[in-house]
């Protein structure tokens, strides 16, 4: 599906995709903060502007947990695939074919 080009989506920060993949690996925004290298609450700012883009809750949080949405488990896929391609892209040239 293609949006019209005098009205273009917001782009999707890779920064803040890597940080909700920790989480959602780690199942811990502080846990996750410690392998993104940021603060918990700097984690848990990227995940509000993350939601807020996308007008959907990704994670369900509670007292000791934080378990992923159905759109967070939609999401997650992408965000994988997205950083993988963002690592080939960036591979290619910095370690190009010999």
């Known amino acids: 599906m293609n949006a ?21 690996e780690t199942g811990s925004f502080t846990t996750a903060a410690n392998a993104v290298f940021r603060t918990p609450s700097a984690v848990s700012m990227q995940i509000k502007k993350l939601e807020d883009i996308l007008g959907r809750s990704v994670f369900q949080r509670d007292a000791r947990s934080v378990t992923l949405t159905t759109d967070g488990e939609m999401l997650l896929g992408y965000a994988r695939r997205l950083l993988s391609i963002n690592r080939e892209v960036v591979s290619k040239f910095i370690i190009p074919d010999i």
Not at 11 to 19: E, K, Y
């Open 4 to 24: 019209p080009l005098n009205h273009p989506l917001p782009l999707l920060d890779l920064d803040v995709l890597r940080t909700f993949v920790a989480i959602a």
